[in-house]
């Protein structure tokens, strides 16, 4: 098992801007692909963005693409989202996860998830 914590949500305006960041801990950080997901109110937890283990590959969702950032450090064990000009349609509570394979977009799929954090963009 791998332990994630998410960071870095908040409340902003229409066009504006937040970085979240994943620090994980437990089994080796590198032995992992890592995603972004998130959960709009009464709707199911949907895939945003993945990268895999060495930062070589990333893949993201048809409604996040052009404008969020997936990165990861292995170094310090972390992985962020940046996410640039925000909707707000965008609002969720993103979550971080960690799966063994790359090709994983299912939520189901995933058995390594952070807590969440808010994101909230007003118009």
């Known amino acids: 098992q791998v332990q994630l914590v998410e960071s870095g949500g908040g409340l902003v305006q229409a066009g504006g801007s937040l970085r979240l960041s994943c620090a994980a801990s437990?089994?080796?950080?590198?032995?992992?692909?890592m995603a972004w997901f998130r959960q709009p109110p009464g709707k199911e937890r949907e895939f945003v963005a993945i990268?895999?283990?060495?930062?070589?590959?990333?893949y993201y969702s048809d409604s996040v693409k052009g404008r969020f950032t997936i990165s990861r450090d292995n170094a310090k064990n972390t992985v962020d989202l940046q996410m640039n000009s925000l909707k707000p349609e965008d609002t969720a509570v993103y979550y971080c996860?960690?799966?063994?394979?790359?090709?994983?977009?299912?939520?189901?799929?995933?058995?390594?998830w952070g807590q969440g954090t808010q994101v909230t963009v007003s118009s």
């Open positions: 996860a960690a799966s063994e394979s790359y090709y994983h977009r299912a939520a189901d799929e995933y058995h390594n």
């Open positions: 990268i895999n283990w060495s930062a070589a590959r990333t």
């Open positions: 437990g089994r080796t950080f590198i032995n992992y692909a």
